[in-house]
T-cell receptor, first 114, second 116 residues
Framework: AQSVTQLGSHVSVSEGALVLLRCNYSSSVPPYLFWYVQYPNQGLQLLLKYTTGATLVKGINGFEAEFKKSETSFHLTKPSAHMSDAAEYFCAVSSNSGNTPLVFGKGTRLSVIA | DGGITQSPKYLFRKEGQNVTLSCEQNLNHDAMYWYRQDPGQGLRLIYYSQIVNDFQKGDIAEGYSVSREKKESFPLTVTSAQKNPTAFYLC???????????????FGDGTRLSIL
């Protein structure tokens, strides 16, 4: 069975500071990994995804994530936070074999302080 | 533009009533999903469907029912058996599911259900 753990239900950063949102996964097979963002009262929007190949993945809005197999991690980063980045972020994992839906983490709420 | 439409955006239910949440997609996706979102609990899978006339229970299917008569539509009924239905409900779709073709799921903007 696959699972996702997001460390920290709430992260607060100053505008212009580094954003680091942590995600660790558990999977018995090579994983596909995703980060989504959710703004209030809206659905989820895909930020970036890792399937195979390059382990550093760049996404929209200046975000990137690095797949580290040895650490079973897929942390999301952004060098400089903007006020518009305030939202909830979800990490998700799926398998490249079998027929199972994505498994989501519980989310991390990012606050950006002016 | 293609996308997923959920309606209504806000819905109120009286005790003992069934209510149906609509989800329509024009992305020509085979797979569709329903999630429930509660504060601090992330997304929990209610039901999913990989093809017309077929669907599977997710992690919290009790008190819910679905149908998949058309590829474009996947309505969710919250029955009176669901004791705590107040939540934000999200519908999603993907091109396919599994077998190396896990496509990122596209989401609707959700329906917020409240009990009167």
């Amino acid at each position: 069975a696959q699972s996702v753990t997001q460390l920290g239900s709430h992260v607060s950063v100053s505008e212009g500071a580094l954003v680091l949102l942590r995600c660790n996964y558990s999977s018995s097979v090579p994983p596909y990994l995703f980060w989504y963002v959710q703004y209030p009262n809206q659905g989820l929007q895909l930020l970036l995804k890792y399937t195979t190949g390059a382990t550093l993945v760049k996404g929209i809005n200046g975000f990137e994530a690095e797949f580290k197999k040895s650490e079973t991690s897929f942390h999301l980063t952004k060098p400089s936070a903007h006020m518009s980045d305030a939202a909830e972020y979800f990490c998700a994992v799926s398998s490249n074999s079998g027929n199972t839906p994505l498994v989501f983490g519980k989310g991390t709420r990012l606050s950006v302080i002016a | 533009d293609g996308g997923i439409t959920q309606s209504p955006k806000y819905l109120f239910r009286k005790e003992g009533q069934n209510v149906t949440l609509s989800c329509e997609q024009n992305l020509n996706h085979d797979a569709m999903y329903w999630y429930r979102q509660d504060p601090g609990q992330g997304l929990r899978l209610i039901y999913y469907s990989q093809i017309v006339n077929d669907f599977q229970k997710g992690d919290i299917a009790e008190g819910y029912s679905v149908s998949r008569e058309k590829k474009e539509s996947f309505p969710l009924t919250v029955t009176s058996a669901q004791k705590n239905p107040t939540a934000f409900y999200l519908c999603a779709s993907s091109k396919q599911m599994g077998q190396g073709l896990n496509q990122p799921q596209h989401f609707g903007d959700g329906t917020r259900l409240s009990i009167l």
